[in-house]
């Protein structure tokens, strides 16, 4: 005897197909969620500005490592590097490599990079800065000019590693 759900109209062969195909569905989703939880991991280092707000410097989840935009902030301070975008740009690739160490990664680690300018016209400083962090093998990346950063900043990094 077939057992069907309003929903759906059922004979002997469709349930035993949709039992073969839901059920281990919803236990790889059962996994994932479990493996998710025990699998994140906070990562965290006086060598970075601390966060600004209620989120961290990076996560590592699984091989991939998650690292918040970063502002040219000097750690234990709340002052920028420079007023300029060169000095910025310089302190946020230092920040970022100091969470990428922390993490048990590096610039060669990275695989994608997200860049955002308070100011386009400052767009080739910030990539020739960028450029000396990633000489061979460059990440992919995205840059996108934004109205405002946090704390007026003009450059904000973030990025995603292989560990």
């Known amino acids: 005897m077939a057992l069907c759900s309003k929903a759906f109209t059922c004979s002997r062969s469709s349930i035993a197909f949709t039992k073969s195909v839901v059920r281990p569905a919803a236990v790889i989703r059962f996994q994932r969620a479990r493996m998710s939880v025990s699998a994140k991991q906070v990562v965290s280092t006086e060598e970075a ?8 410097q990076a996560i590592k989840a699984g091989n991939t490592l998650y690292v918040s935009g970063q502002i040219g902030i000097v750690p234990g301070t709340k002052d920028f590097a420079s007023d300029g975008v060169e000095g910025q740009t310089e302190q946020v ?12 990664a590096d610039y060669a680690s990275v695989v994608k990079t997200t860049i955002l300018l308070a100011d386009m016209a400052d767009f080739a400083t910030v990539n020739g800065i960028y450029g000396r962090f990633f000489p061979e093998n460059p990440p992919a990346r995205a840059t996108f000019a934004v109205k405002t950063l946090p704390l007026n900043a003009k450059v904000e990094i973030e990025c995603i590693a292989t560990l």
């Open 49 to 56: 500005p601390a966060a600004l707000g209620p989120y961290s």
């Open 93 to 104: 690739m230092k920040n970022m490599g100091a969470i990428l160490k922390a993490a048990g």
